[in-house]
């Protein structure tokens, strides 16, 4: 089992910026790729971006150039830069976690509120 924490949601204005943090711990050996989906209201959840135990690292094309995902294997955390924020941008940023075996696990969800 994996378990994931967020922090770092949060109300900004467009054009700021936000870093979400997800911590895993449990069975961390086991964890290859992490990433982060978000869901708007009313909308599908859809992936944001996600990075590989090896560092490789893939976008949705709504957010390259402005957001970066980063990973610190030593302490099993994965990042998401934010910069450049717009309203569109707004939604509840959901960590999850895929390992070795394709199980993937999820964490609460931290809200994200860009005003215009």
């Known amino acids: 089992q994996v378990q994931l924490v967020e922090s770092g949601g949060g109300l900004v204005q467009a054009g700021g910026s936000l870093r979400l943090s997800c911590a895993a711990s449990?069975?961390?050996?086991?964890?290859?790729?992490m990433g982060w989906y978000r869901q708007a209201p009313g909308k599908q959840r859809e992936l944001v971006a996600d990075?590989?135990?090896?560092?490789?690292?893939d976008y949705a094309d709504s957010v390259k150039g402005r957001f970066t995902i980063s990973r610190d294997n030593a302490k099993n955390t994965v990042y998401l830069q934010m910069n450049s924020l717009k309203p569109e941008d707004t939604a509840d940023y959901y960590c999850?976690?895929?390992?070795?075996?394709?199980?993937?696990?999820w964490g609460q969800g931290t809200q994200v509120t860009v005003s215009s």
């Open positions: 999850y976690a895929v390992n070795y075996l394709s199980d993937t696990y």
């Open positions: 449990g069975s961390i050996f086991s964890i290859n790729t």
């Open positions: 990075i590989t135990r090896g560092g490789s690292t």
